[in-house]
């Protein structure tokens, strides 16, 4: 019989708390000493990305000209690691029970760190089965984190953080930073858009059919005012999940080509290549 092990107990007691997320989060806006406890637990040294889903998108991005995709970042990185894990499954989607999208794939986790990842949370991965798994989560409708996320060295109890980077593979009704407009803006702010994205709205487009408003943003940018769809561009995160929902091409994407090589050297920045 196998032992229970740190992770086993971690994953029982994430997925009986998930659901108390949001008000675990927004404690973090009314209790200065509760912030700076949960920051220092969960968030501390983060910096985080949010990534566009780019198949179903695809149609809708002006691209200046360019071949590059948002998620070539993600790539770029995966194929300059060495040491590449893949979750099993994802663990909000399978906390939330989620009817909607793939319970199955799960986060890719890089990095040195990723050799003390116990085997019954996550597989040994090449280069091509990371790949694979972006362009699976492209297909089903997935936006992507990618950065340092400590949270995740914690529940897994596996150290050092900066050994270890987190591709997350996100749905609007499951993810845990669906909590982003619940935390203090000192811990939020640590997720932020990728650089030379911009989600456009086009008025003369939009149908007011309000799909965008049906729990499609996770971060709460869209709303409806005098009968108008808005987007709140200081809150938007730039995950493409609009642009998906949007039949009437009234949302889409900018980016520019300088992004790529600006966010892949900030990922080998973040991560520290060391034996461990």
């Not at 297909?139 to 950065?147: R, T, V």
Request: with cysteine; aromatic share 6%.
């Amino acid at each position: 019989m196998r032992k229970i092990s740190f992770a086993d107990i971690s994953i029982f007691v994430l997925k009986y708390i998930f659901n108390w997320r949001f008000w675990i989060a927004e404690i973090t806006k009314k209790s200065k000493a509760y912030k700076k406890l949960v920051d220092k637990m969960l968030f501390e040294d983060d910096e985080i990305l949010v990534v566009p889903n780019t198949i179903n998108v695809n149609k809708k991005i002006e691209s200046e000209g360019s071949e590059f995709l948002p998620t070539d970042v993600i790539k770029e990185v995966i194929k300059r690691s060495e040491d590449i894990v893949i979750m099993n499954s994802c663990l909000c989607r399978t906390s939330n029970k989620c009817e909607d999208y793939p319970q199955d794939i799960g986060c890719i986790f890089l990095g040195p760190t990723t050799r003390k990842i116990p085997k019954n949370i996550g597989k040994k991965a090449t280069v091509e089965e990371a790949l694979a798994q972006v362009d699976r989560a492209d297909e089903a409708g997935l936006s992507h984190i990618i950065g340092r996320n400590k949270i995740d060295t914690v529940w897994m109890n596996v150290r050092p953080g900066k050994g270890l980077l987190t591709i997350c593979h996100c749905c609007p009704c499951c993810c845990l930073w669906k909590v982003y407009p619940n935390l203090d803006t000192d811990i939020s702010d640590k997720l932020e858009k990728l650089e030379g994205v911009e989600v456009k709205l086009h008025e003369d487009n939009c149908r007011l059919c309000k799909k965008c408003l049906d729990e499609v943003c996770m971060f709460k940018a869209i709303d409806l005012k005098d009968n108008k769809i808005t987007i709140n561009h200081d809150i938007c995160r730039g995950c493409g999940l609009c642009v998906n929902t949007c039949k009437f091409d009234a949302i889409t994407i900018n980016y520019t080509q300088k992004t790529i090589d600006n966010v892949v050297k900030r990922m080998d920045d973040l991560i520290e290549i060391k034996e461990l």
